[in-house]
């Protein structure tokens, strides 16, 4: 991870209202911040950034988690 360039965190939630608040919470930090509501989504910004940390919540986590981030 360059020093100088911000870091990218991907927030993945199917909660309008969640991805509001993260975007409120983070929008004036020195980060670059991503938000996908299902794992197709999310994984198109794996193809088209460079993804630091990927956050995801407990519901998402146990249905689509092993899908979206399943390394092989």
Not at 6 to 14: G, H, N, R, Y
């Amino acid at each position: 991870m360059d020093e100088n360039m911000p870091v990218t965190i991907l927030f993945v939630d199917d909660e309008p209202n969640i991805i509001t608040a993260i975007k409120r919470m983070f929008i004036e930090k020195d980060l670059t911040i991503l938000t996908a509501t299902t794992g197709s989504e999310a994984l198109k910004f794996f193809d088209s950034h460079s993804v630091d940390i990927a956050v995801t919540d407990n519901i998402y986590a146990r249905h689509e988690r092993n899908r979206t981030f399943r390394t092989d």
